[in-house]
């Protein structure tokens, strides 16, 4: 099941990175999640640096790390998709 949650949690933080960064972004969804999961990853590995992994009941500061980690690799790994494989598909299209 951890995984499946992963996954989930990756899927719902890379929609919502997505909706907070201004403009387009270009990246598929299946690489959105994954940007979520890392994102995830990332904001678990700050709230613990920041002494807020564990607390009782809903730990919205780690929720707030996670998201604020995700929306910072959404946008950084949208850019570099784009700059990676955005040229050839429009060339393909032309």
Known sequence: MGWLWAIIVGFVLGLIAKAIIPGKQHSPLWLTTIFGI???IVGN?????????ATSGIDWTRHL???????????????????LWGNKKAQQQA
């Open 65 to 83: 790390f996670q998201l604020i980690a995700a929306i910072v690799i959404v946008a950084l790994g949208d850019m570099a998709y784009m700059a």
């Open 38 to 40: 890392l994102g995830a």
């Open 45 to 53: 590995a700050l709230a613990r640096a920041f002494g807020v992994a």
